[in-house]
């Protein structure tokens, strides 16, 4: 079965910095792209980013809101990505999921974990 | 900025047929931006329900199908539940910057 679940969320103030967690089982974990989505409070979904696998030079792509602050990054031996986040803003605030490409983008979801950027 | 855009809200009845769509501000949606379906519940993580236009996954009933019409994606429900109340977003690819942009959703109402 697979089974993602997100850890680091919390409350962290404008211009700061928060690193989310993505621990994976269920399958192959290096064979797979994973990615994240967001969604703020009572919005809509938001693609974030995601990275490829290892041999493909775990190469990554993000969102325009969150280019050059955001930074995907993945641990096969411990079968976990991981979500970056600096310079935070108020509008980086909402629940982030983290999802596989298996066999297809954002096939499989975690519950999310709750950021919220506020003074 | 690339926008993909939905109908915000739609009512059916219990047993109805009803097609959602997904437009791109970027013209013609084709199987090469590979429109995804998602279900979302109230309080829960969204649920995939259709891959590459018309693919479903192996938890997604027959009710749902997925389709390329008049130059955008479609999400059919046949025989619609009152469970099928929920929001849907549509999901599509962009290769040339290599990003995924959602749909704004749209809300299903049975009724």
């Known amino acids: 079965e697979v089974q993602l679940v997100e850890s680091g969320g919390g409350l962290v103030k404008p211009g700061g910095s928060l690193r989310l967690s993505c621990a994976a089982s269920?399958?192959?974990?290096?064979?797979?792209?994973m990615g994240w989505v967001r969604q703020a409070p009572g919005q809509g979904l938001e693609w974030v980013g995601r990275v490829k696998t290892k041999p493909e030079g775990a190469a990554t792509d993000y969102a325009a809101p969150v280019k050059g602050r955001f930074t995907i990054s993945r641990d096969d031996s411990k079968n976990t990505i991981y979500l970056q986040m600096d310079s935070l803003k108020t509008e980086d605030t909402g629940v982030y999921y983290c999802t596989t490409r298996l066999p297809a983008t954002a096939s499989y979801w975690g519950r999310g974990t709750l950021v919220t950027v506020s003074s | 900025q690339t926008v993909v855009t939905q109908e915000p809200s739609l009512t059916v009845s219990p047993g109805g047929t009803v097609t959602l769509t997904c437009a791109s501000s970027t013209g013609a949606v084709a199987s090469d931006y590979y429109p995804s379906w998602f279900q979302q519940k109230p309080g829960q993580a969204p649920r995939a329900l259709i891959y590459?236009?018309?693919n479903r996954h192996s938890w997604t009933p027959a009710r749902f199908s997925g389709s390329l019409l008049g130059g955008k994606a479609a999400l059919t429900v046949s025989n619609v539940q009152p469970e099928d109340e929920a929001d849907y977003y549509c999901?599509?690819?962009?290769?040339?910057?290599?990003?995924?942009?959602f749909g704004g959703g749209t809300k299903l109402t049975v009724l």
């Open positions: 999901l599509l690819f962009y290769g040339g910057p290599q990003v995924w942009v």
């Open positions: 590459s236009t018309s």
């Open positions: 269920g399958f192959t974990f290096s064979s797979v792209w």
